[in-house]
């Protein structure tokens, strides 16, 4: 069975300051993906970064960047140069091989950026 | 171009009671997908649609029935409505690559 475990339920930053949020994963398939999503205080979901396990390099888009360490089975989010805007829930979610692309969500980081 | 849509956006229901919540995208995604968000948790998904006229069960299908319409439309329907079922209900569609796009939500409350 899979399993994403976010360690850190909540955390403070400030602005323009790096910050990592933890992710840790279990799957014993071989090939699998890994994902990052943002929830603003609105609510929505907001797609940010993607990693494939076969991806040699770590992701990155725009200030996000995916710390991937597979022996490690895990793969922590970095936010360089936090903005007030970053404020928000940050969920790391896999997919597995063949499982028609559904998600499997971790429980959350809250992420407070303060001026 | 709307991407992904929910209605209603807010619903409250009283114990027994029906309701179907309606999704619906304009991205021409074959995939689609019920999640569920409770308190202070992640999401979790409910059911899920590989592709127009097939649909399968997610890790919480109790309680839920769903209906692929049309390749655009994905509806989830509540039969009998229980205080258990209190929670956020989110929309997601994805075409062949790995990204799912999320509708904005269904706030549900069963009293």
């Known amino acids: 069975a899979q399993k994403i475990t976010q360690t850190q339920p909540g955390m403070f930053v400030q602005e323009k300051e790096a910050v990592t949020l933890d992710c840790t994963y279990d799957?014993?398939?071989?090939?699998?993906?890994l994902f990052w999503y943002k929830q603003p205080s609105s609510g929505e979901m907001i797609f940010l970064i993607y990693q494939g396990s076969y991806d040699q390099q770590n992701a990155t888009e725009g200030r996000y960047s995916l710390n991937f360490q597979k022996a490690r089975k895990s793969a922590n989010l970095v936010i360089s140069a936090s903005q007030l805007g970053d404020s928000a829930m940050y969920f790391c979610?896999?997919?597995?091989?063949?499982?028609?692309?559904?998600?499997?969500f971790g429980a959350g980081t809250q992420v407070v950026v303060t001026p | 171009n709307a991407g992904v849509t929910q209605t209603p956006k807010f619903q409250v229901l009283k114990t027994g009671q029906s309701m179907t919540l309606q999704c619906a995208q304009d991205?021409?995604?074959?995939?689609m997908y019920w999640y569920r968000q409770d308190p202070g948790m992640g999401l979790r998904l409910i059911y899920y649609?590989?592709?127009?006229?097939?649909?399968d069960k997610g890790e919480v299908p109790n309680g839920y029935n769903v209906s692929r319409l049309n390749k655009r439309e994905f509806s989830l329907r509540l039969e009998s409505a229980a205080p258990s079922q209190t929670s956020v209900y989110f929309c997601a569609s994805k075409a062949g690559g790995e990204t799912q796009y999320f509708g904005p939500g269904t706030r549900l409350l069963v009293l």
């Open positions: 799957t014993s398939d071989p090939s699998y993906g």
């Open positions: 991205m021409n995604h074959n995939s």
């Open positions: 649609s590989a592709s127009e006229g097939t649909t």
């Open positions: 979610a896999m997919r597995a091989t063949d499982s028609w692309g559904k998600l499997q």
